[in-house]
Structures are given as C-alpha cells and as structure tokens.
C-alpha cells in the first residue's frame, strides 16, 4: 500500500513537471511567433493604409486639376463678353472652351449654363452638339451645378477643396477668385464613373463687365482605363485598375470604388506593397519550426519516461470506468446509477429537515423515429449532444446516467420543496434549443418522470419504479412534459397492464366486433356507404371504448395485427352490401409497423373484393410525421384502387400541404365543427371554406357527427357530398345493416346551390 501511495506520488510530480516545462516552451514559442506576425502583418497593414491615402488624395487632386483646367478659361473678361444671354460667338467659344479643353485637358463632356442654368452651349464627342442634349445629364450632374451655385454640399459626399486651397495665393486675380464658385466630385453618370466638376464664368480683370448672374461651365470626365493609368503612374502603384468585381488573386488588394453620391462605381485593385513578406513567409516558418521542434524532443523525452507506468494505470482506469459507464455518452450507467441511488438513500436522512430524493426518468420523444429516417449515426450523435447539454444543466451534485437507448436518469438531493419542479425545469432547458445533426436542425423534445423519496418508496427499486411510471404517463398524456408520480398512476399502469393482457387473448379469440355506421348521400338521402368501426364487450368489464384500447393496442405493439384483422373483417362482411362503400381507419402505427402495401394485396385476392369499393381514413397524425415510406405507401395503396379519406381533419395539425401533396378523394370535417354550426359562426366559416376548398380539387366532403336535422341541413347546404351521424342511425352490427338498408326512408336534403329554407337549431333538435 505504501510503496503504490509512493508510485502514485511519483507519478503526481512527473506530470506536474511535464505540465510546466510544456507550458513554458509553449508560452515563450508562441510570443515569438506572435510577435513576428504581428511585425509583418502590422508592416503590411502600414503600407496598404498608406496607398489607400494616396489614392484617395490623387483622386482628390485629379478634381482640383480638372477645375484649374476650367479656371483657364473661365476666369476671363472675354468669356464674359463673347458669352451672353443676347448672344454667344461659337467660334470663340469652341476654339477656348469646347475643343481647348476636351483637346488640351482631356475633358470628355463640355457645357455651359446660362443664370438660369439653361444650356446654351454642348461641346461632346470631338464636336459641337445641339445644347438641349445637356438635359440628358441634367439629372446626374444637377448635384454638383446646386453645389457650384449656392456653395453647399447637399446628398454629395464632401471633398477637400485642393483647388480653392491653390488659389488663395492670387492677388492680380483676387478679385476673380471672390466672385467665382466652383465644385466638384466623382459620381455617375450614364452609369459609368466620371469627374463632374463646375465653375462659374467671371472676369479676371474689369470686374464691371460682369452684369446678373454668371455662367456656368460644366465639364465630364469619365474615369476609364487611360484615367486610371495616370494616377497608377504618379503613385507608382502596379497594376492600378478598375474593374467592375473585385480581384481575388494573390497580393492584389481590391477595395469599393464609391462615388460621391453613394453609388458603388466598381472596385479598385492594385497590387500592394508588402514589408512584411519576409517576416511571415520565410522568417515566420522558420522561426515556427524550431519552436515545434523544441516541443516535439522535450515531449518526446518525458512521454519515454512515462510511458510505461501511464500504460498501466490507464488500462485499469479504462477497466474501471467501462463497468460503470456508458460507452457512447461516457455517462454513468444502469448499474452505476442504483448503486448510486441505493448509497445517496442510505447516506441522507431522508425526510429530516425536509431533505428529499428526486429521481427523474428522461425519455427523448420519437427517438425511433430520428434513427429511422437519419439513421443509427445521427441517433447516436444526438444521444451525445443531449449528455452534454443535460450535463452543463444539471447542478455539480446531481447524478446523471444514461439508462440505455433514448432514456436518462437523474438523481439530486435537496430541502426545497419545489425541488422536483426545479429539476423539471434545468432538464426542460437542456431541449430548448434546437440540435444540429449532419447539416440538419432538428427540434427535439422529451418526456420526463419524477419520483421522490421518501413519499414514493425510500429504496432504490421503488424510487426508480415509479420514475418510469410517471415517465410513461408523460407519454401518454402527448409527451414533451414533465410529470410527477402518484398513486392513481401505479393504479391505472395496473388497469393498461390488464386490458393489455386481456386485449392479447380477445384478439386470438375473436372476441372483438365490428360495427359498421351508415353514410349518407346528401343528393339522393339515401345511405351510399357504413363505416367500420370496432368495439369489445370484455366478458367482466362490459363495453369498453375504442379510445381505451386502440391507444394500448398501438403502444403494446398489438395494433398490427388488430388492423389486420379489422381490415379483413371489413371485407369479408362488405360481401353482403355490394352497393355499399365501406370505409375503414387506419392507424399510424399500421403504416410503421406492417407491410400495409402487401397486406392489402393478400387480402384483397383472398376475399376477392375490389379496392375501388373501400375508402381507407388516414389521420393527420400519419402525414404530421410522414416519411419516404409513407408516401411510397400511399401512392401504392391508392395505385391499387384503394379511395382514402383525409378523417377529423381541422382538429390537429391541419395544412393546406396535405391537400396539395397527397391527393385524397375525400375529407372528412370532424364532428366538434359539425357540433358547433349552429351556434358558432366561426365553425360555419371554417366548414365552408373546406368543403369550397376540397370540391375545388375534386373531392368528396363528408361531415360526421350529425345528431340533428338543424346540422343535416346545414351540412347539405354548405356543399357536404355525405352526411354521418347518429341522426341517421348509430353503428350496427353486421348482422344488422341489411334490415336497416332495407328499412331507411331517404331523407330529403337542399340541392347544393339551391336557396335552402332551414329550421331554426331550436325548432330542429325540438
């Protein structure tokens, strides 16, 4: 014992050392090698944010140079003169303004305004054009011409004004300077990028000849491939260009080109000065391998000196730890978890100081069904990701395990009396963000089952028993809740278990029976179809209700061979009324669990009916959750001749998707609508829209629950194909439904579209 306390403690200080001479070379060679990126990246950034300076500033200065072109001729006693709103001599004015500009300057566009900003002359493309065409660039430039005109800045982003800097110097032509305005900015024009600059027309020298308000002078020059190359070649920057997508090659820096107006103009790419190359392409590498290398001999050097005394310890560890715990979620296991339960239970002083053990059984909902359509791997996945999250929720001193497949268990000890709903509430939080799985989102929740020592049992089997108990009414009562144990529970788990047991051997028997519920045909009132319906009269307990047993037939995997047979019956008593539609449910579990496809095709050759005569409801429960399997079934079992009816539809998930993606050649509107038309205008505004919806797609509707004329007549009256309900006749037995065929008085309904004259709901149930 001593001499392994000895090893134990050798083992400790090893480690410890490893840890610190790791943690020091790792330190000190990662500041080296950030120090030296950031020099050479810092080096880089320098130099880009320097040329993006002198960019700007060359664009900048490139309008100052347009106005000083402008200036030339502008600022001029004899523009003044030559130009007036009496007359302008075109000679003068094309040989100084249009063509000296466009030939000496490099100017594309040539206006000139009148005081009224009227164009009065248009010098574009090498030659003088008719002045009007200015108004095609009114619009663009009009910016600019109210900047030049009232000396502010309106929606155009503000420039330095390098020209009007240049000009302060002036003393022959202050004057000019005075009196004259200007602006200019690079925006678009025609949709290409342009230098738009203005200026007025004033004298340089007898300021008197200037009478009213002076002319305008508007010149364009568009930023092309020339344009850019001289800035490229004053900056010395390589390979300058503007191109309408940014560049993505290496060393080329490519950033927006926008305009003064906030127009997006292209990008401007260039290749960049970069510094610090060397430092992060040569140095850098150089500098991190010798830092690795360094940590690669140390490491190797003491995992030598361990390795033999880790190896051993780690496989006993592992041995250990595999007995106890979950081998996908690393969780404690089954065995682990009672064992814990049984020390905590006997430890506690259970009910002293209201010190209570909360147990708590979680379940993921439709787990078999992630696994089914995502597979084993995304099953196992998620069964991960929901140890972690229930791990970071959970206090430090509650205990999780996982129990195997889809179902955790937690234990935790507290004095507050709210603890089991506290509890509920950290796992509930550990579902409320959605799970991503191999690129897909999935929204999961679960079912919980809380039992508490000592008012539930103080030993581990009795906390754990009921745990499972209140789990399984979580289910049942529609899952993603939370539910805590009580005696009733235990009692009614008794009573399923019973009509389980007894369900099993009324199905070997035979012992169930069907009835079957007339359909009714609003045009002819006459009964064109029955229902099947089953029903059980246990030997002891009397009648018992569909809604009883088929929930424990479809959860005890008994519903397989239920359907089944209920299926056959059906055909086999259909037989009897071959002018009769008979109509047959179908439960999701059918659709899961059987070969519905190859069922029917037996069945149907063994009795020799056609499939055309039966209508087969689906609930939206099956198309709530439906799969490529069960779309495949429903495209065969319809490609059979099987009808199918959509039933009770607008009492759960009802989409407008299911009529669209699955074609069905009836509806069926459930009974609480039916129930309520006569007092609830919101139930006779949703009937008519489904019956108009369905027939519009060339469906049949029919309307269940009819109890009295009042509804009959409604139904009718609303579009309803067929009616069925205990105003025409409750189910019957098989034996029964001849004599009532026989023995039924069509009852006469309003044709659809007719004006119908109904009772009032008092005077109909009267």
Known sequence: MLLGDTTGLYEGDLRRLTKVIRAVITFFGLLLLAVIAFAGWSANQTATDRERTLLENALNQSIANVLDGQKSVAWWDDAVLKITDESIDLEFTDANFGIFLTETYGHDEVYILDGQDKPIYAYTDAQRTEPGIFEKRRGDVSPVINEARLGKISNLKERPDEFGQAQTNYRILAGAVQRARWAGHIISVAGRPAVVTAITIVPNVDMSVLTGTPKLLVSVIYIDENFVSKIARSLLLSRLALTPEPVHASGVLSQPFIGDDNVQLGYLSWVGRRPGHVLITIILPLVACGVFATGFLSNNMFRRLRRASDELTQREAKARHASRHDALSGLPNRQHMVDEVEARLSAADLGVRGLRAIAAYVDIDRFKDINDTLGHEAGDKLIKSVAKRLTARLRSDDFLARFGGDEFAVLCLSTDPEADQLLAQRIASAFEEPFALDGQILQVTASVGISMAPEHGRSADELLRHADIALYEAKNLGRNRAVSFSAEMAQQVEARRSIEVDLRTAIEREELAVHYQPIISCRTGAIVGAEALLRWNHP???????????????????????????????????????????????????????????????????????????????????????????????????????????????????????????????????????TNVSNALTSRTIVQSVVSLGRGLGMQIVAEGVETEYEALMMSHFGCTELQGYYFSKPVEASQLGPLIEQFEPRHMAPIGEPAKLPSPESATA
């Open 540 to 674: 002891t307990r009397g009648p018992i209700s569909p809604g009883t047993f088929i929930p424990i037939a479809e959860t005890s995997g008994l519903m397989a061979s239920l359907g089944t047979w209920m299926i056959e019956r059906a055909m086999r008593d259909a037989k009897q009324w071959p002018q009769l539609e008979i109509a047959v449910n179908l439960s999701p579990v059918q659709f899961s669990q059987t070969d519905l496809e190859a069922v029917l095709r037996r069945l149907t050759a063994e009795h020799g009916v056609a499939p055309k005569r039966f209508v087969l409801e689906i609930t939206e429960g099956v198309l709530l959750e439906a799969t490529e399997h069960t779309k495949s079934v429903l495209n065969a079992i319809q490609a059979m001749g099987f009808r199918t009816a959509l039933d009770d539809f607008g009492t759960g998930y009802s989409s407008l998707a299911y009529l669209c993606n699955f074609k069905f050649d009836k509806i069926k509107i459930d009974r609480s609508f039916v």
